[in-house]
Nanobody
Framework: QVQLVESGGGLVQAGGSSRLSCAAS????????MGWFRQVPGKEREFVAA???????YYGDSVKGRFTASREKAKTSVYLQMDSLESEDTAVYYC????????????????WGRGTQVTVSS
């Protein structure tokens, strides 16, 4: 079983930056593709970014060019660097893991963290 713990959320001003971390344990990290998703109350969970086992990334359209996802094999962690934040980025951000290939679909991920709140003030 893989356990995921997100950290780094909080309050940030519009136009500012924030960095989220996700620490993974309980599995062989190199075998898992990782994803970042976000959710606001009353809406479906939204794809933000995916990181393949070899570090390749792709992003949701709403964050492309502003967010950067990465993974650090030695520390079994993934990160989400968020720049040029907008009020629309306010959400709970979740880290997720799945075996083998990346996916932008919520339903394809077997393991989830509890999430961390990011609030962008305008």
């Amino acid at each position: 079983q893989v356990q995921l713990v997100e950290s780094g959320g909080g309050l940030v001003q519009a136009g500012g930056s924030s960095r989220l971390s996700c620490a993974a344990s309980g599995g062989t990290f190199r075998l898992y593709a990782m994803g970042w998703f976000r959710q606001v109350p009353g809406k479906e969970r939204e794809f933000v970014a995916a990181i393949s086992r070899d570090g390749g990334t792709y992003y949701g359209d709403s964050v492309k060019g502003r967010f950067t996802a990465s993974r650090e094999k030695a520390k079994t962690s993934v990160y989400l660097q968020m720049d040029s934040l907008e009020s629309e980025d306010t959400a709970v951000y979740y880290c997720a893991a799945r075996m083998r290939d990346t996916s932008a679909s919520v339903n394809d991920y077997a393991y989830w963290g509890r999430g961390t709140q990011v609030t962008v003030s305008s």
